[in-house]
Every structure is written in C-alpha cells, then in structure tokens.
C-alpha cells in the first residue's frame, strides 16, 4: 500500500489540513477540487498569508480513465466556517493500494476508485 505522499505529484502537500472545495464526476472522471496546503519544501510555497497558519493553493486532484468507483456515505450538502465559506472537510486518508485501488475518505464520505491516473492540476 501507498500513502498519497508517496505517489508522483503529491510529495510536500498535507491533504489531512487541505479543503475539498467541490467534488465533481463527469464521464471517466472524478475532480476533487481542494485549497491544498503545501510544505515549506514544495516548489509553490509561500508564507501564509496573514491571519493564515498554513500555505494554501488553489488545486484539484483529478482521477481519469476511471471504470470504477463505489461511494460511501457521500455528503451533498457542505460546511459553512465562520468566515462562512463552504467546503466538505478534509481528504484524510488517500492511499493506492497494492492491486491499484484508490481509497479516499473524509467529512464528504468515502470513495473506492480505479482510474487509470491520479494527479494534481494547479489552478
């Protein structure tokens, strides 16, 4: 099994800290849009923006060439913060494993899904 840092792409980003924004299936396809929170280490890292304790970047993972996907528990409706802003919580597993099976799961539900590619598009 693999944790997500060690797939191609998401080296240097904390998705257990990150938002799911919006969570999208069209066709083949599965997009979970995120403000994703990066390392110091990655490559698009700046200083929190004030009043900020992390580094966010507008991204979305992106799942193509999938023939599979089994949902749990998903949640339609999102969270509001106290700036009321909406987003559906955090990615806080997101592993591959050994016969190539994605699993996903956080505040939105859980996600089982076979795709041919995974990875993360910058906004």
């Not at 390392?39 to 200083?47: G, L, R, S, T």
């Not at 304790?53 to 999938?66: A, D, E, L, P, W």
Request: net charge negative; with cysteine.
């Amino acid at each position: 099994m693999k944790n997500y840092n060690e797939l191609t792409g998401f080296s240097n980003l904390f998705l257990e800290d990150s938002f799911v924004t919006k969570i999208s299936e069209l066709g083949n396809e599965i997009v979970f849009y995120m403000e994703l929170v990066l390392a110091k280490a990655h490559p698009f890292y700046q200083p929190p923006k004030s009043g900020e304790q992390y580094c966010y970047k507008n991204g979305r993972i992106v799942f193509s060439g999938v023939t599979s996907a089994k949902w749990e528990d998903r949640m339609h409706t999102p969270f509001r913060d106290a700036n009321n802003e909406e987003d559906f919580g955090n990615i806080d597993v997101l592993m591959e494993t050994d016969d190539g099976v994605y699993k996903l799961h956080g505040d939105w539900g859980e996600l089982e899904v076979i795709s041919s590619r995974v990875e993360v598009l910058w906004d």
